[in-house]
């Protein structure tokens, strides 16, 4: 993942000393949006990447100041062994899908740059698979604790805020702090 975010990084700034071309923003727009995490939400666990979060958003500028997007969002992490009270240890495979709508309100002062803040309404979707594993001298009967809590669907909100950049009149980077399927996401933005 941080071989990813080191290609992302240079590639941005290779980009950034091409001409720029004044970006327009207008209702009507339609805008392309891909990233991948650089802060997972999963970083003070310690666990391990599988996938690194990535996401895509379809949005459509409503209003120089509005738009909304379609967003979607998927990550894959294990954990390590975890100790549980009862001397028996569990790992975890954990997927996250999260898919949702993002109303957003943007400001565009700065030539070629878009700054924005919003809201996530979504659905997250976990898959969980968790193996617990017991030493060979514990007795295990029919009723065992639970130490964890089986993962469910839920609807997630939450905020964010951004930044995109325009190099070219159609064509940005962008970085976004905000509770997602990643804590800091950055990723390139193409205006259709």
Not at 29 to 56: H, K, Q, R, W
Not at 69 to 93: M, Q, R, V
Not at 97 to 104: E, H, S, T
Request: proline content about 5%.
């Amino acid at each position: 993942m941080t071989r990813v975010a080191l290609i992302l990084c240079l590639t941005a700034a290779c980009l950034f000393n091409l001409n720029a071309q004044d970006a327009e923003f207008k209702g009507g727009d339609i805008m392309i949006s891909a990233g991948i995490g650089v802060v997972p939400t999963y970083f003070l666990d310690d666990a391990e990447t599988v996938v690194p979060p990535l996401s895509l958003r379809l949005g459509y500028r409503i209003s120089p100041m509005f738009s909304v997007s379609a967003f979607g969002g998927y990550s894959s992490y294990n954990s390590g062994e975890i100790l549980n009270p009862n001397e028996s240890t569990s790992t975890y495979a954990n997927e996250s899908i999260i898919v949702g709508i993002q109303p957003a309100i943007h400001t565009t002062f700065f030539d070629n740059w878009d700054i924005y803040g919003g809201f996530l309404l979504g659905y997250n979707i976990p898959m969980v698979e968790s193996t617990t594993n017991y030493s060979e001298d514990q007795v295990i009967d029919e009723v065992q604790p639970s130490f964890s809590r089986p993962a469910e669907n839920t609807t997630t909100f939450s905020g964010f805020l951004g930044a995109s950049y325009y190099f070219r009149k159609n064509a940005g980077v962008f970085a976004e702090v905000g509770y997602g399927i990643s804590l800091l996401n950055v990723g390139v933005n193409i205006k259709l």
